[in-house]
């Protein structure tokens, strides 16, 4: 690869880098995928709304947040044309090149940031060398900066090569809130996708290993709970009101009760809770923040169920009410084996990389599995890839960061597949 | 009073304290003061069934505990027909002498045991005299031996005196588990009464001192929950029962944070638990015995409603089923302080009495407020006396004991009240 | 009371209202009523800092609220003198004068407002009538607004008078909060006091009628806790942190299981709860708020003692730690019932009074037991008196308003109580 | 195999059924199996208490019931010489073969029953056929009438092959209660053994089928739990006591809470409680029955850990004590991959077999890991085999039944991979 490549996927994973946007609000990262996208010419453009099922958007903030970075992304020069498609928070871009027969292969690469502060400490490359976050108290800690380089850098070259057939990438928004694949895939995007490529990059895995088909993803639900009891003075008229507080904390203390299951993993967690007024006061509303897992899709919705009897039954028991919203959610979808072991064979064929992992799990939670799930049930097949990089710390802490040299060996592997995929059809 | 009477006192007394037998079948102790009330010459005598409201009676024990202690009192020699009339545990009696016109007064005793064994240890005056429980297990830990004979006492005296009007005697069952009270009560036995008087030994009051009407008695209801689950090993099969251990633990954590009132005392308790299997199994049902209680009768009731909210949602919490069961219950009703007024001024005149407390908190629950309760509603008066008495060590412990000379004292004292209502009618 | 007495309290009322203060923040407060005092003419003067303890200061707000509300003082006008002399939150004033022999009588009035936005409904008169509380949030919802009007009221009649002894008022800070009467106390301002009056406005008593010795103030102890664990990814490894959720919800529902007391009159109460960062993360850190109560000091102090165990323990349970912080508390002293009986004969013979009651209890806590306490130890005597008020809505409420007509009667009933100590020496 | 033989393996496992007997009370058992042991002839038989290390011996029942079974025993003709060495519950059986040269293999069968009642119902072939248990309440319901008798068949078969080498039978006592693994471990048993075979008939799998060899069963740890607090009238004297009620309850709740691990699989239970006395007094004790497992030992120990923090501290909460006894344990060791291909191998030249299952998990557990994990630190090999056959119900039911030609079939397996151990030395 050029040093013309390399540089110029540094340059534009550093461009995002320095310009992290929440779920929902990428209008800044989308206007930038659209130019870079029209620079190297594709057939079909389709910029946010047109993208998605709309109403199968999940974990939308609040409109006033939505309306905040539009007006960032509009004062940053953001065209109107990208801030129209986007309105109200329909981020994204899919694009398409038609390059004769031969199958439809998609590429699926997520783009939001996450509400960390990024570290200003010496030693944090960003920081050093003056690509870090430039707006307060939010970060690409996860690697979702690389991701849409990585992906473009695929498309330019699939299109410089002589690949036969449909290549479609599509740049996700909302994945970290588990928000943003489902409305992609109910939009239709991968209803022709015969052969369907996601990926992560890092993970724990140094440069130059490759894991061919991740398996087992969490399914994961997302919800919170309020409980609303009634105020009363507590010193005076302790029994005069209906107590938030207790209900909350019976429905804490039951729910990391839930039996396990023997059929595999799960877990439960309330992560956030906030509510009542003061010392003196029968709290009146408390409200919990939670998710559940499972190690399979019925796992989950096994553990959601009894969290949700749980949560019913504890507001039952001091006379309150819980409203629970479902935030948002994920499904597990095992990597297709067969093209897990085309990604393999492939992979083995590439200088840069050492190690090649057929299957592992993936031990995290992804939304990109409602793309697979869409994929399979039309009789197609999907792998989700890791890709090594020597990452600096943890995912998702305020030092993260990855090693550039990886986002061309990203490209290298995933254009390999694609064009192996037109030649052998797995 | 002459020693005959004293002696006559205390070896009735030590008969009962001999025989204790616990509520519902006391078989021997009715036929012992049907015998008594015989050799006294009384003009009507009501044996147990026909006393009581049958379908009233509370906390009854399972028949073969019934039939066990009849067979042990035929052995004993009880009469027939006394067996006959207090068939399937409707043990008491009431008797009453009509001595021509005036008001009509009545007094109550109660004279069931409890399920303690009484002490062998030297000083323990019952061992060393000769006189302790033959039956192992139950003892008069409590003084309702001394109340019956205290209440004959009083009886033969209002029967030689030239009281004129009615003087009804009420023998009741099970006021230990406040079971006897209501039926009694129901049966009619009060409703033509002017002036009851009910009254306890001891309670903490030495020889010599009288409580003229105790206020406050502890509304009271006991209650049994049977929580229903399914079961399923522990180990393989976690989440295939439904786990009413864990279904108990969630009552019993939230009964006992059942809001404290602003209108005055309440109780909450769960005194004994058993449920389950083997350690590795999903309890399928564990058993919960509890009471509340409150300073008033609407303080019982609020936290019993309150009780059966917990009990009811901590099921359903864990996906089980309970069975919630009303042993027994008493209310809360007050001395009348006309008539209380009226013992205090008798009993200030009594020689052997040196400290008359006008009314004080019983602190403790009792059934007689039924038959109190019935009295008031029918436009009576009643009081509840604490009689003292130099007790050993405290109600309900294996080395309890009265102190005899109080039983004359309290003939004196009732028999007074009974002779100045005639006369005074407060 | 002629018009001119009564338009001056009423304005005086009005001016307090219009700037509401909360406590250790009475700034302006202090200020009007260092002026008033001066025009009044006085012996002894003190200002803030001099008349507190500083160290038994509790529930003192952060440093920069109490700058904030500083810098609004000194905008206002307040003079340099006030603003030093109680720089860093040490509020209040004590005034004396000395009108020869005879006994030292002082009277106590709290001076803090409370953060309750208040109403702008039509039909509120500080609305209508145009002396709504300027300072947004903060309101004075409980009369502490009249109390130092009543107070400078009295002092003014009482110089007026011909009162032989000493008299001294003590406008405390910061009872809403039960934090300034113990450094009041312990600042010795009352350790020379033959007789303690403290007053409050309304408390649910009608304009005319008076409450000659309020008895059985709630003790209470108003605490934070904090729990401390380790964060750690919910799903990937959920045994990695230490749950300061788990921890604060066994806390919680073991909190309100603190056995009820034989003797009396307990409560517990957490009002407020927050913590933790986001659903799918082991929370770290969750603080409570909370409060207990008790009949007397002693069932206080039992609660605080059970509830701080339980706190210690359940962070055990979860491997956490807790951090627990005395806000401020209050204890219970009764009224002295000889004081009380003079009080209420004196009110008696006033008017406007047309209902004495001799004695009730509280109901409520209050930080004045500190001084009544310190005299009684010092041989002296106190009385809390209600004086009634016809009050719109409940103390505490965006709406309450009392009734201005109450000021006089207060001022009339409580310098006849101080002028009748100089002549019959209770 | 001869019919004489099959008759022989039937009528053998029926009289083992005939006479269940729990665990550390196979008296009779232990005799029959020495009975046939001297009819085949072995080297060296080693009875009881030699053959254990006695202090390492768990879940021993009390003195009484042994005596009780030991009487039984006595009464049913078993010899003085077997009494004497079973003395205290020391039962179990070692016998040797020594044939020469070659390597030392063991073959490790257990031999107790359960506490399950017999099915008396028409279809259960042991009723129907006349070898129900002839002990009220106790019953073979999980095969360990089979395992010996296999293994004598074995023992017989090797003894008259060509068998080279050392061959030893461990008839190995309560396995139930995961507490005769380890005292026949630390004895010495298996201190030689170079290839060591443990099995089980059943768990799931059909006549035919073979899993050759088991891997990941769960470690487990049985304990109890006895809080201990202070009686007081739950009425008068509610904070009198320390309410050991609720220290269990919080126990139990938050036990279920511990978190679940992202290293694999845990589980906790509490399956019996009882305690407390009676309604209306505050419990004094309680008494919890539970256990923990884990998919490795580490997990296992890790939720004892967590288990036993959370059971100190609920104690402390209430200010009781607690008193916790490990009952017993078992880890968790792998069949050793290599033995277990020998094992595959051997068991598809079996004609009787139509199903190798090279590896499965067990899914259950089972202490034969104390002795594989002695065998393995000595350098050895060990694989646990399940061994199919047709079984009516699920283990541990009244109705539990094997297929009696599934015998035969063992017998042959094992007889074969001994025979080939020493052929083929893996």
Known sequence: MSHDVRNRLSALRRAFHRHPEPA?????????????????????????????????????????????????????????????????????????????DGPSVALRADMDAVSIPESTEPGHRPADEGFRSETDGYMHAC?????????????????????????TVLFQPAEEVAGGGKPLAEGGSVDDVDYLLAFHLGL??????????????????????????????????????????????????????????????????????????????????????????????????????????????AAELHDCDVVIRRISESISVDSDPTLAGLVADVARDVPAIDTVVPAAPLGASEDATFLMDRVHANGGRSSYLVIGTDHSTSHHTPTFDVDECSLDVAVEVLTDVVSSIGERRP
């Open 143 to 167: 690697g979702h900066d690389a991701h849409p380089a990585v992906a473009l850098g695929v498309l330019e070259a699939v299109v410089a090569s002589d690949f036969s057939g449909t290549f």
């Open 204 to 313: 724990g895995y140094p440069t130059g290993t490759v894991v061919a088909g991740a398996t087992e993803p969490l399914a994961m639900a997302h919800i919170t709970a309020t409980f609303e009891g009634a105020s009363a003075h507590a010193g005076k008229d302790p029994s005069g009101g209906t107590n938030a507080m207790q209900a909350m904390t019976t429905a804490v203390q039951n729910a990391y009760g839930i039996a396990r299951h023997g059929d595999g993993m799960t877990r439960v967690n309330f992560g956030r809770v906030e509510g009542g007024s003061a010392s003196n006061v029968i709290a009146e509303e408390v409200t919990l923040d939670g998710e559940v897992r499972g190690g399979t899709t019925a796992l989950m919705e096994y553990t959601r169920a009894e969290l949700e009897r749980v949560l019913y039954a």
């Open 24 to 100: 929902w609000c990428e209008f800044r990262t989308t206007a930038r995928i659209v130019a870079e996208l029209e620079r190297i010419g594709v057939d079909e453009l389709i910029v946010g709304r047109d993208a998605l099922a709309s109403e199968h958007r999940m974990a939308v903030p609040p409109s006033e947040t939505i309306h905040e970075w539009r007006d960032r992304a509009a004062d940053a020069g953001v065209p109107t044309a990208v801030l129209d498609a986007t309105a109200d928070g329909h981020t994204g871009v899919v694009a398409t090149v038609h390059a004769g």
